[in-house]
């Protein structure tokens, strides 16, 4: 994958959770970082699918 597709898969999903928290103003790296982390989990399960780990 791309870095440009990684880095627009993050931008979208840092806005969709800005979007679901209100939308406050200041928080553009949180996000960021929350969506980044997100994104890079669903990487890891798609590129690994035997050795997720079970949720909760």
Known sequence: ???QSREERIRKRA???WEKEGKP???D???WEM???EI???DRQKE???KQQPAG
């Open 48 to 50: 690994s699918p035997g």
């Open 35 to 37: 969506a980044m982390g």
């Open 29 to 31: 790296l949180r996000f």
């Open 1 to 3: 994958m791309s870095d």
């Open 40 to 42: 890079d989990e669903e």
């Open 25 to 27: 103003e200041g928080n």
């Open 15 to 17: 806005y969709e959770l």
